[in-house]
């Protein structure tokens, strides 16, 4: 199957500064206009946003059980699948599994129990030393934001770049443009001590999206901006999600999910409640 070619970063940060300039809807339209060229050999062709990137689904959890240590199960029969492309909230009570499902999604913990298949490939059984290179593909935008509190705005953004070994001069390029794009091109050296918390989220969300992942996991991504900083924040995610890119959002927020509709995944003490509503 002939590979499709990553997404112009250039089509995401004229999207980004849209939004800085909350015309949500212009952006919108500005992507989708270009957002379907991709080239194969030398023939550029139009491509659906509907094509995934590969075969099978991003996700797969069966009969998933989750503890830490030996206490008991956090998590218990979860079995899901999310295919290319889709975007999927997660909610629930407190304490019902949300940030323990999270950390199987990120890979920052695997499984006790059942199977976890990512990008076609088995969590459960993969050596340590492959999994790094299966985190690249994932972009992570954390609720308390997780910034490296002894670099810089530019640093912090740039450092998913340098991991891949991107060349320097690519890294501070991209870097220096997308922290731009987002107006805060007076605070690149600043550090996150010094950042207010809707600086704080647009660095972490820029750190995210920066390497163009084939997954975008967000814990609670507006939770700590205003109403109008997080409606075009979900403007920047829908639009993410209709180029390719897949997308969980964990969200207290019902107004939020009743206002961008999409599949819901809820969790009631370490289960699924029901199963995810179709999409309208």
Do not use: C
Request: hydrophobic share 40%; glycine share 8%.
């Amino acid at each position: 199957m002939p590979r499709r070619e990553s997404f112009p970063l250039k089509v995401l940060y004229g999207y980004v500064v849209a939004l800085a300039r909350k015309e949500p809807a212009e952006a919108a339209s500005w992507v989708r206009a270009r957002s379907g060229t991709w080239r194969h050999g030398r023939t550029p062709r139009r491509v659906p946003f509907s094509q995934p990137f590969w075969i099978g689904p991003v996700i797969r959890f069966q009969n998933v059980g989750m503890r830490y240590d030996l206490g008991p199960e956090v998590l218990r029969d979860i079995t899901m699948s999310l295919p290319p492309g889709s975007f999927s909230y997660l909610t629930g009570p407190s304490g019902a599994g949300k940030s323990s499902l999270l950390k199987l999604l990120y890979l920052a913990h695997r499984p006790s129990r059942g199977l976890v298949t990512m990008f076609d490939q088995n969590v459960s059984t993969m050596a340590r030393g492959d999994l790094p290179e299966l985190r690249r593909r994932i972009g992570v935008v954390f609720q308390d934001f997780r910034l490296i509190t002894s670099l810089s705005a530019l640093d912090n953004v740039a450092l998913p770049l340098r991991i891949a070994g991107t060349a320097e001069d690519e890294v501070r390029r991209h870097t220096v443009e997308l922290l731009s794009w987002v107006g805060l091109a007076d605070r690149l050296n600043a550090r996150p001590a010094t950042l207010s918390g809707g600086e704080k989220q647009r660095v972490a969300i820029a750190r995210a999206v920066i390497a163009r992942p084939k997954l975008l996991v967000a814990d609670e991504p507006t939770g700590s901006v205003d109403a109008d900083l997080g409606l075009r924040l979900m403007y920047l995610f829908e639009e993410l999600n209709r180029i390719g890119t897949t997308i969980v959002i964990a969200t207290h927020d019902e107004r939020l999910i009743e206002r961008f509709e999409h599949p819901v995944l809820r969790l009631k003490g370490g289960e699924f409640v029901d199963l995810p509503r179709e999409r309208q």
